[in-house]
């Protein structure tokens, strides 16, 4: 079967979060399953500086010009491959729509052409497999910014001898972002205006491509089973659960899966003392490194918190700032890794210069420190207001430390909360409100339960026995590449 993925974002050149990992990731899955796939992504400035540090030229395959509706623009396709496979990448340049200084980054002079950007990347997919001469089974576009595709392929599109046979998935990563936009850009789409209905893209007088990608395509998925009921209703539905709802016949949940050879213990390149299930030293001797890098003092028996995200309501730092320091003070240590919100990042800092000797704050992102944050920490938090999936929580599973999380979307699928009897089972430790006092009481549960060697290795035995890789995940998702394939 051929696959065209068309993303947004594709890992390790160009992500902001999980969309770009699991478009970097599941695409090597499915070839080694036998299929024929063809990733298509921006070449964002981004794209080009990771290439250049890592001596990777890129093969100038041809320019043209695209034109549609009153719009028009001149692509560049390169190609390469994803590393580490031979997954052929096609990256679609245009400096105007994507060498700018972060990815989502609006024009310089302020105006965000989003739309616009990420429709001109449609219809450069569309070009790049009519020019290439890719003839796709299955068109899988991902998130709002590639939502048209299945719109297009509707809208006459088969009408091409390369598309007469191609079906559509539409993967929803986080259903709170969906290109809403006002109703004069419906005219950037190049849509006939029957698709400014609301069975279409209109959506209460708005422009909204996510929603017409779910009524188009012809199989839907989201990033794990809970999140797939999560979004059908109204707390968790964006404005989108009726449509969710009408069409749940088509709606299915796939857990993310993780690059078990980039996130691994055993091998993994960053870490001075490799460690497996069977042999947990190597951790012991990563978490005293890691303590030392960050400049914290050494203490027995002590539990060292970790926080590794952007710094966003999404993830439930209001209800962690208020309390970090009273853990602190209960005994723990913390290391945080992330940017976002000057809010969180300034009540981490503060944080960090009350408790110099115990909390440490990284405003960055350093994926070589994730990798010694993961190994040499003793417990990962994720207060997620809402998770579609979540990767932290599996890659710290994955390196023995144990998460305490809220139990929402993936968290709910990944982490099997220890209740005092379930420890033949249980990885981790969760709460289910939103409230500072129930995230402090689990932490706390999970520090007391640090001091008991038998109860911890119990935690961390089962969730470093979870198979978490993309192998099980990529079978799901053929199974729903051949169902679209017979709509």
């Known amino acids: ?154 809208s006459g599109l088969r009408g091409n001898d390369v598309f007469r046979d191609t079906r559509s998935v539409y993967t929803i990563h986080n259903l709170n972002y969906q290109g809403n936009a006002g109703a004069q850009a419906f005219g950037v789409t190049g849509l006939h205006m029957r698709y400014w209905a609301p069975d279409a893209l209109e959506h209460f007088g708005q422009l909204n491509p996510m929603k017409a990608g779910i009524i188009f395509a012809d199989q839907v998925t989201t990033v794990s089973p809970n999140y797939a009921r999560e979004i059908q209703t109204s707390e968790f539905g964006a404005g989108l659960d009726g449509v969710l709802r009408a069409l749940s016949f088509k709606l299915t949940g796939i857990l993310n899966g993780i690059d078990a050879d980039e996130w691994n213990p055993a091998t993994d390149t960053y870490l001075k003392s490799n460690y497996d299930r069977g042999q947990l030293n190597g951790k012991s001797l990563s978490k005293r490194a890691l303590l030392r890098e960050l400049k914290l003092k050494t203490r027995a028996k002590t539990p060292l918190l970790s926080v590794i995200s952007r710094l966003v309501d999404q993830k439930g730092f209001q209800i ?79 390196y023995g430390t144990i998460p305490v999380v809220r139990m929402t979307g993936g968290l709910v699928d990944t982490v099997m909360p220890f209740d005092g009897s379930n420890l033949d089972v249980a990885t981790g430790f969760g709460f289910g409100s939103t409230s500072p006092n129930d995230l402090f009481a689990a932490t706390w549960i999970a520090m007391l339960n640090y001091k008991d060697p038998k109860v911890w290795r119990g935690l961390q035995d089962n969730g470093m026995s979870i198979d978490f890789s993309w192998d099980r995940s990529a079978r799901d998702y053929v199974r729903i590449y051949e169902a679209a394939a017979r709509a």
Not at 1 to 11: G, L, P, S, Y
């Open 1 to 154: 079967m051929r696959v065209v993925f068309a993303t947004a974002e594709v890992a390790p050149l160009a992500k902001t979060g999980g969309l770009g990992d699991v478009c970097g990731s599941l695409p090597k899955a499915l070839a080694k399953l036998g299929h024929d796939v063809v990733v298509f992504s921006p070449c964002y400035r981004q794209s080009r500086e990771w290439m250049s540090r890592n001596g990777i030229e890129p093969e100038v395959l041809s320019t043209i010009r695209i034109g549609w509706a009153s719009w028009a623009a001149e692509a560049s396709f390169l190609r390469t491959t994803l590393p580490g496979s031979d997954v052929p990448l096609i990256l679609v340049a245009n400096d105007y729509y994507f060498d700018r200084e972060q990815i989502y980054a609006a024009r310089s002079d302020g105006f965000d052409d989003y739309v616009e950007r990420f429709t001109f990347f449609c219809r450069a997919v569309v070009e790049g497999c009519i020019l290439l001469g890719i003839t796709p089974d299955i068109l899988h576009a991902h998130d709002w910014h590639t939502a048209l595709l299945p719109v297009y392929l509707h």
């Open 320 to 398: 962690l700032t208020p309390i970090l320091g009273h853990l602190i003070r209960a005994g723990a240590q913390a290391v945080i890794l992330g940017s976002g919100e000057d809010r969180f990042e300034n009540a981490f800092r503060a944080i960090e210069a009350e408790y110099p000797n115990d909390c440490r704050v990284w405003i960055d992102f350093d994926n070589a420190l994730a990798h010694r944050i993961y190994a040499g920490a003793d417990i990962l938090l994720m207060p997620s207001i809402y998770e579609p999936c979540g990767l932290n929580q599996m890659y710290a599973l994955h």
